[in-house]
């Protein structure tokens, strides 16, 4: 957010609150120290002065949804699962797998519990969740 009050959307200066057509809805966060970006599905992204991000989404997609932040499914322990739906041996296992790859760095390693599984494993595994998107 600018000083003056107003973010960039689209990289169009707007000013708060702004609504984008009935799919965003961008506003001052409650506490006056950052923004807070709201979608029709439900799902809220509060970006706060400090740099800090927090994400919320409706109680509809509980166990619906995988990635750094779980399945919703108030089941903890499950939700250290890499984007192959397989457990993690280590936190950097976790994190790296759910790594979005860039222009400038691609991934293409396996993660360490795939490698350790056979071939025909991880082949129906990657088929489970190709069905999945």
Not at 66 to 92: Q, W, Y
Request: overall charge positive; some cysteine; glycine content about 8%.
């Amino acid at each position: 957010m600018y000083h003056n009050g107003t973010v960039l959307v689209n990289d169009k200066t707007v000013s708060l609150p702004h609504q984008e057509s009935t799919i965003l809805k961008v506003s001052s966060s409650t506490d006056g120290a950052g923004v807070e970006l709201q979608t029709h599905h439900g799902v809220v992204v509060s970006v706060k002065s400090d740099g800090t991000i927090v994400t919320t989404i409706a109680k509809k997609f509980a166990g619906k949804v995988c990635g750094l932040c779980g399945n919703m499914n108030d089941d903890g322990p499950d939700d250290f699962k890499t984007r192959h739906h397989i457990p993690a041996k280590s936190v950097e296992e976790y994190v790296s797998s759910w790594e979005v790859p860039n222009e400038r760095k691609t991934q293409s390693k396996q993660p360490e519990s795939c490698r350790k599984r056979s071939h025909r494993d991880v082949k129906r595994a990657m088929g489970m969740c190709n069905a999945l998107k």
